[in-house]
């Protein structure tokens, strides 16, 4: 057990829908990174946020967005969902965001299959 | 931006043997080279990682190499268990960016 939790573990859901996926970091963890894995894409950073604050941005669409509440845990919410969302997303965390070492811990994932 | 190959994708070896994973790297400001072991169903787990620093990090069977001038990096095994079978990831970050940019991954399959 990495101590990154993540809910729910599958996920199926039709187009056009919406998701949430949640995270809760490690314990004393303030950073939270969010990546998304496919076959064609690979293993891709979405965002990361510190604190509550969105640090750093990655190929993340519009159609997606992320939130990280004062009790450090953070959701993902996927709208209008195309087949080709369908993939392992991951959360991962950190101790802090100014550490040059980004001792990324990840979660085991959620699969999200749209059908 | 940053981007990262990795070869071979796919690497079979049996077991004692040893494994070499290589990566390669595009922005010379990256910083950080962690490698990360998947094995199946779970996240990804940082086994090793090396900073521009430094040029060599061993951990036991493991070691990493860092060339900063080719801006290549590769990750050793030896003496190869059929437990080190996974998916292998690279990656590379900007540490003022704080993101990982990650290889397409090597499947290391260890034979008894």
């Known amino acids: 057990d990495s101590g990154v939790t993540q809910t729910p573990k599958h996920l199926i859901t039709a187009t056009g829908q919406r998701v949430t996926l949640r995270c809760s970091p490690r314990?004393?963890?303030?950073?939270v990174y969010w990546y998304q894995q496919s076959l064609d894409q690979g293993l891709q950073f979405l965002i990361q946020y510190y604190n509550g604050e969105e640090r750093a941005k990655g190929n993340i669409l519009e159609r997606f967005s992320a939130q990280q509440f004062p009790d450090l845990h953070s959701e993902l919410n996927l709208s209008s969902l195309e087949l080709g969302d369908s993939a392992l997303y991951f959360c991962?965390?950190?101790?802090?965001?100014?550490?040059?070492?980004?001792?990324?811990?990840f979660g085991s994932g959620t699969r999200l299959t749209v059908v | 931006g940053e981007n990262v190959e990795q070869h071979p994708s796919t690497l079979s070896v049996q077991e004692g043997d040893s494994a070499v994973i290589k990566c390669t790297y595009s922005d010379s400001a990256s910083n950080y080279f962690p490698w990360y072991k998947q094995e199946l169903g779970k996240g990804p787990q940082l086994i090793i990682d090396?900073?521009?620093?430094?040029g060599e990090k061993k951990d036991q069977r493991i070691a990493v190499t860092l060339n900063k001038t080719a801006k290549h990096f590769s990750l050793h095994i030896t003496e190869t268990q059929p437990e080190d079978s996974a998916v292998y990831f690279c990656a590379a970050s900007i540490s003022a960016g704080n993101m990982l940019t990650f290889g397409g991954g090597t499947r290391l399959m260890v034979k008894p």
């Open positions: 991962a965390s950190s101790p802090n965001s100014l550490d040059s070492v980004l001792r990324n811990t």
């Open positions: 090396i900073r521009s620093n430094v």
């Open positions: 314990s004393g963890d303030l950073s």
